[in-house]
């Protein structure tokens, strides 16, 4: 019986967009517990085949297919098949992606609808952009990511979708509110009882209004902003030790094993590709 492919991860910063991080991996165990991200998440899948939770959806994508994830929205990830999965990662900013439509004449941020795309020539750019974001002629790193960003915007974004609608349940200003008394404690215990009387309501209520916007728990939804500060430190030039004590957790340890469970790699790793 052939022994089974070893676990890698790779991940290092464009060399035309230095806020642009890439990562290539492969996994066959490495479950990602569900998170978010302030940007976009764009996953040519290279080999085997991925099972993602989208919001409510659940996707499986194959080699040759293309993953998006939209800013703010909560996934995860893990093996479709027995082999598990190769794959080859951006993960542009808000600012970057929305920079592109306006020289496109888009109107608006771009979303994209689909999280699996199936388009062949969009694989093929993206594999491009990828293996040449290294390239030490800047120009021709910068033109490959920008040519496959194209026609991710134009072919696949959502560009003439209607306002949002209006809530009336009250759920999503409740949200930012819980969102607000989260960041500021972020560094010290944040209970449920807490965010209820920051919005004068019961715990329950807590409870409800997370699964209902997020799809997830407040303890999740707080880890995840947990992690959101430590990278932004780790990238300022904070140690580990420093970030995991100021992003709320209990020692280094414990955003290590957090770090992974969410990205696959270790803050180690993020923190040498800075």
Known sequence: MSEPRQETQEFWRHAAFRELGLLKARFREHRYDRHTHDGYVIALITDGCERVRVGRQVVLAPAGSVLVVNPEEW?????????????RTFYPSVALLSELATELGQPHVPLFPQALLDDPEL??????AHAESTSPEATRAETSLLTALRRLI??????DRPAEPLDRSGSQRRLSRYEQVIEDGLAGEI???????????TRFQVIRDFKKLTGSTPATFIRDRRLRRANRLIQEGASLADAAFAAGFSDQSHLSRSFRAVHGITPGMFRKAG
Do not use: C
Not at 193 to 200: F, K
């Open 154 to 159: 134009l072919q696949h974004g959502d560009a």
């Open 191 to 201: 209970d449920l009882q807490g965010l209820a009387v920051a919005a004068g309501v």
């Open 75 to 87: 996934h995860d990830g893990e093996a479709g098949a027995e082999e598990g999965w190769a794959y």
């Open 123 to 128: 694989a093929r750019l993206l594999a491009a």
